[in-house]
């Protein structure tokens, strides 16, 4: 295949991005937050009742949650006040006591599961939305997209970016809502109290916020660095394995490993160093909190001396200060874990609000068997660039049933020409014409349907041999796919794997050369039975024993259907019946193979330069 201009590089055919936040980094910000937020509100729109049902079970759960506290340290008034009494311990009350503290755990529970589950449903159906909606933008979009934007950015909008907004949306929208009401109980709890306990309490948090902000920035700094040794330890490791063969071959394994230890060692430094900081940061609030609990120990015990508050309300206090800090944590939690959301769906919106194909009226459909298949370029001009034009004023009349070869050196404008025949790409000027057709009026699903196409690059996907062959053509019987099979002399080859046509094979198929998945696709192409046909560079990547196959299938292939045939083996195409010299967007020389090597030019240096060179 030619290359497009620099400016519009190929994607490669394999990449991947990493989500939008990097396990233990910092999220990554968006450009947006308030307007993705509100598109993200969009979304959910539909669920507005169930989201509502689950604000009322997260209060009501939080609520009995943060009530619990208060009835266990009731039981202990209880307990203590009857074993200062000459009745004893009033065990019924006791019991009344417990039996009311198990239904507000229970209660709590319930409520909890209820507010998850729903919040869970919902998430999972925005994904579903998501990702539908992703998976039709990739059909509506034109193919000029997928020139300018790496495949691996797409594929992490359907699953990191997908991922990463159902995780947080099921997790954060419950969180931040018992958090909320976690801090403002346990508060009011509190204070109910003793104001004087509270103010203890609430003077211990700056102070653990600033120990652990300045943990934290210290920490980050050697987690930044662990992440970056990291992704450079797995390039190395990545690049080492696949390139093995290279590496033995020039002696390259102590440089390697050299390379290795190196990185390595800047992995382990940093790696120690942000989990020693990470690990002060555990016994450090204990410490804190322990020295809280001792301060509320000595005041409530003042204050229970005193008569102010009772033994059962110093347990009470000390259980709501441990629950205090970790809804506030949360939340500062759930701040990243928002802006992480954000992001994702930003990249996502953005996919999504990228320009698509214009949408064409519904017009008369062409039948593929009435096509007799004469092609016509009228004066065409074209550039993926506007101020870069590829093709300049190409005209060209294609015969019914002719066989057409296109040759030239790379960036010619080859592959080009087949892409504006497909309407992959609409022209900028100019008319091409099927049977007296302008394609510009035809819908691009039925221009698509009169060629069929083997390209270069195979594409194989994970299923059987018959469902890859009978692509084009799903509704194909067993017998018509064997028979394309047989045409494309890969009979032979199916027939001797273990399970024949029945034989599960992916893109990869390392069990078959690339002749093979060649053969395998030009059955494709027999099989679907279009009038006119496209073969570039078909036999590019192949042996001379199968290219003859190849060549002999592509023949049959031919026969009786308008062909255009590029290729760079000119040896290849020495029977087209006309064969097109493309230099710089223009035809400088047309004829048959005799012909244009009696001419002596521009056919003849290409023709005579492969075999000088070899």
Request: hydrophobic content about 40%; overall charge neutral; charged content about 20%.
């Amino acid at each position: 295949m030619e290359n497009k201009p620099a400016q519009q590089p190929k994607r490669p055919m394999m990449g991947f991005r990493g989500g939008p936040m990097a396990i233990g980094g910092k999220p990554e910000k968006p450009k947006n937050f308030k307007k993705t937020m509100l598109t993200v509100l969009k979304y959910l729109r539909p669920y507005w009742i169930y989201m509502g049902v689950v604000l009322i079970c997260a209060i009501i759960s939080t609520s009995f949650a943060i009530a619990s506290p208060k009835v266990l340290g009731n039981m202990t008034d209880e307990i203590i006040n009857g074993l200062f009494s000459p009745k004893g311990i009033n065990f019924y009350n006791v019991a009344v006591i417990g039996f009311w503290l198990i239904g507000l755990y229970t209660m709590s529970a319930i409520f909890n599961y209820l507010a998850s589950w729903i919040m869970a449903a919902i998430s999972q159906k925005i994904t579903y939305k998501f990702r539908r909606d992703i998976s039709e933008k990739v059909g509506r979009l034109p193919l000029h997209y997928f020139d300018r934007h790496e495949n691996g950015d797409i594929v992490s909008h359907i699953t990191n970016d997908v991922e990463t907004i159902s995780q947080n949306l099921n997790q954060s929208m419950t969180q931040l809502i018992t958090s909320i009401v976690m801090i403002v109980g346990i508060l009011i709890m509190m204070l109910s109290i003793s104001w004087q306990l509270t103010l203890i309490a609430v003077l211990i948090l700056p102070t653990s916020m600033l120990i652990i902000t300045a943990i934290v920035k210290r920490s980050q700094r050697y987690y930044t660095k662990q992440q970056a040794a990291l992704g450079e330890i797995d390039g190395h490791i990545d690049e080492m394995f696949s390139n093995h063969a290279i590496v033995k071959t020039f002696n390259g394994e102590e440089q390697a490993i050299k390379t290795f230890n190196h990185i390595n060692k800047k992995l382990h430094n940093n790696g120690w160093k942000s989990q020693f900081w990470s690990g002060l940061m555990m016994p450090i609030m204990q410490f804190i909190s322990n020295l809280g609990y001792v301060a509320v120990a000595v005041v409530g015990g003042w204050l229970a001396i005193n008569g102010k508050v009772t033994i059962g309300d110093i347990q009470a206090f000390i259980q709501y200060m441990s629950q205090f800090t970790q809804p506030i944590s949360q939340t500062a939690n759930i701040a990243n874990v928002l802006q992480a959301t954000a992001a994702a769906a930003e990249r996502i919106f953005n996919f999504l609000d990228a320009k698509e194909e214009k949408k064409e009226k519904d017009r008369e459909t062409i039948n593929p068997e009435l096509i007799k298949g004469e092609v016509i370029f009228d004066k065409v001009n074209f550039g993926y660039d506007k101020d870069q034009p590829i093709i300049k004023d190409f005209t060209v009349q294609i015969k019914p049933k002719q066989n057409m070869a296109i040759v030239g050196p790379t960036g010619a404008g080859k592959t080009t020409i087949v892409n504006l025949l497909m309407r992959f790409y609409d022209i900028d000027s100019g008319t091409i014409k099927i049977d007296g057709v302008d394609t510009k009026d035809m819908n691009r699903h039925d221009v698509r349907q009169l060629f069929g196409m083997v390209l270069q690059d195979t594409w194989l996907f994970q299923g059987t041999i018959a469902e890859n062959i009978a692509y084009g053509r799903p509704n194909a019987t067993h017998e018509e796919i064997v028979e394309a099979a047989k045409a494309a002399h890969v009979d032979h080859l199916i027939n001797t794997l273990p399970k024949g046509y029945k034989t599960i094979i992916s893109e990869t198929a390392d069990s078959i050369s690339a002749g093979e998945k060649q053969l395998l696709t030009i059955a494709r192409a027999i099989l679907a039975d279009a009038p006119m046909l496209i073969l570039d560079e078909a036999t590019s990547s192949v042996d001379t024993r199968t290219e003859l196959l190849i060549q002999s299938a592509m023949d049959k292939l031919s026969h009786g259907r308008t062909s255009f045939v590029i290729a760079h083996r000119l040896s290849t195409i020495r029977n087209a019946d006309v064969i097109l010299v493309m230099r710089d967007g223009n035809i400088v020389e047309y004829g048959t193979h005799e012909s244009l090597l009696d001419k002596n030019g521009y056919y003849s240096e290409l023709y005579n330069s492969q075999f000088t060179h070899n």
